[in-house]
């Protein structure tokens, strides 16, 4: 049943509401993905703060019409357009739908990125498959703690591997009295 012009004037509130609020916002070609399938990605985003929606491209080139973006028309789109918000972490959902494709060979046929916005930026479906290989912002700090702290650990080594020394002359020099 098509929808009343009411419900689509909802529809865009909505989606300008979500565009205003996401840090991130990925689009990807769906068509092919089954029902339970979108089911199980949509609960994946929601524990990441992130939502998964499945928008016509007149309603979403309407919502991103007002924002201006160079390069990015929803109507180019081939097939099914999923929206995918990110509010928190800029490339979890990313993330999120790339390692959901990559657990199975069939999937990554049935779904793909065609683009996204970044930093108020249009972004290739390329750059948004690079951004999902990228390190999350945990792992990126872990990194930086640990990089931080190699130095002081070597100097600490260094100092005790000199009392160890010491303590070995000492222990053989006590072997030797006795």
């Known amino acids: 049943m098509p929808k009343t012009k009411l419900k689509k004037q909802e529809i865009l509130r909505d989606l300008n509401a979500k565009f205003g609020a996401a840090k991130s916002v990925f689009f ?5 993905l089954g029902v339970k399938d979108n089911e199980a990605l ?19 080139s309407l919502a991103i019409k ?52 970044l930093e108020n930026k249009y972004i290739t479906g390329a750059e948004v498959e690079a951004l999902a290989m990228l ?18 650990s070597g100097f600490v080594n260094v100092l005790a591997g000199n009392l160890r020394g010491l303590v070995r002359v000492l222990s053989a020099i006590s072997e030797k009295n006795a």
Do not use: C
């Open 28 to 32: 990807a070609n769906f068509n092919a």
């Open 42 to 60: 949509r609960s994946q985003l929601r524990s990441e703060n992130s939502e998964y929606l499945a928008v016509k491209k007149t309603l979403l």
């Open 66 to 117: 007002d924002m201006k973006i160079d390069g990015l028309n929803p109507r180019d789109f081939d097939g099914q357009i999923a929206a995918i918000f990110g509010y928190e972490d800029e490339v979890i959902s990313a993330k999120i739908i790339d390692k959901y494709l990559k657990s199975d060979k069939e999937k990554k046929e049935k779904m793909h990125f065609v683009g996204g916005i």
């Open 135 to 152: 390190p999350s912002k945990q792992e990126l700090y872990a990194k930086l703690v640990g990089s931080m702290n190699a130095p002081v």
